[in-house]
């Protein structure tokens, strides 16, 4: 289950259609984000939420939840529903309020056998199981809880170098994921401001990790992955053509929400080009897809 590189798994941004683009340009697994055990577990017609498709390689999905019994069951119906998916994702990292005070995502950290049991309910799918996280204190603590998913049977373990404390502040604590990759015998997954596939690549051949995770980077740049950047407005449009595309293929433009999905890739798409604040303020008025696309003859030669 370890592949070189991962596309994260970003709430109401890593879509299908996003996602397929991203493994297109080269990203060799992605993960559906994060979706709850109990709207799953309690409704098995909710499998609908799930956005996958087979036609995606290295596929994992991430639940959430804060009972190890309903993730169990949630991970059970969707090895059953969706038997190409890969592996599966017990999501410890998320530092949202909501998640924290019911004592999911990031708020799993504080009680490592609510993780453990968790990872063996889901281990009952047969799938491989991971956990992505982030750091919990410091080394010490963050290595206490590493070792006891492994010893869960967990695969692997995709570790995001931050606090939940921190958000997205500060920087990812490299050294910290190095020293837990070099104490645990399952892989680790290193994620956190890898800006470039040089960069993720670095990591692992320097030892910090087995292989590489890489969200925010990938939503302004989904070329990425194959070490390319657009080099003109014209072929960030070019991408954003792709994405609509592929929607279209996949049947996912079908009214005002994906209007708005598609308006989040532009604006993440056309970020930091010259012109790009008036470029993104049209954006946000557009009405329809094709306004939005049509904004590249504005646009002409702008780079
Ligand atoms: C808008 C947004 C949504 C995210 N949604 C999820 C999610 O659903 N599940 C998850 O595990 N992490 C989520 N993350 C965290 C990313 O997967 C990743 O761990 C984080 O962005 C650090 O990697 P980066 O520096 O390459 O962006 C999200 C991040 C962002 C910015």
Not at 175 to 188: D, M, N, Q, W
Not at 285 to 302: H, M, R, T, V
């Amino acid at each position: 289950m370890v592949f070189r590189s991962y596309l994260a798994p970003i709430h109401e941004y890593s879509d299908l259609a996003f996602r397929l683009l991203c493994q297109r340009y080269g990203a060799e697994a992605a993960c559906v984000p994060l979706i709850s055990s109990v709207a799953i577990a309690m409704d098995e017609s909710r499998i609908s939420l799930v956005d996958a498709h087979p036609d995606e390689r290295n596929l994992g999905v991430q639940v959430f939840g804060n009972d190890a019994k309903v993730i169990g069951k949630a991970a059970h119906i969707i090895a059953k529903r969706l038997p190409f998916v890969s592996w599966l994702n017990l999501n410890c990292g998320c530092p949202s309020s909501r998640t924290m005070t019911d004592g999911s995502g990031s708020a799993m950290l504080a009680n490592p056998a609510l993780i453990s049991k968790a990872v063996a309910e889901m281990k009952k799918s047969e799938k491989p199981v991971s956990v992505k996280m982030r750091i919990w204190g410091k080394r010490e603590g963050t290595l206490a809880i590493c070792r006891k998913i492994e010893e869960a049977g967990a695969d692997f373990i995709i570790i995001h170098g931050r606090t939940p404390n921190q958000g997205y502040s500060g920087k990812t604590d490299w050294e910290l994921i190095k020293s837990i990759k070099e104490a645990l015998t399952i892989p680790v997954i290193g994620n956190g401001d890898v800006a470039s596939l040089p960069e993720g690549r670095g990591r692992v051949e320097s030892g910090h990790c087995d292989s590489f995770m890489v969200g925010r980077a990938a939503m302004r740049n989904p070329m990425l992955f194959s070490n390319k950047s657009p080099e003109s407005a014209r072929e960030r449009f070019a991408i954003l053509r792709e994405y609509v595309s592929l929607c279209e293929a996949y049947g996912e433009i079908t009214g005002s929400l994906r209007l708005r999905d598609l308006k989040l890739k532009a604006m993440n798409l056309l970020c930091g080009m010259q012109g790009a604040a008036a470029l993104r303020a049209r954006v946000g008025k557009a009405a329809s897809a094709g306004e939005i696309l049509a904004l590249e003859d504005s646009a002409g030669g702008q780079e």
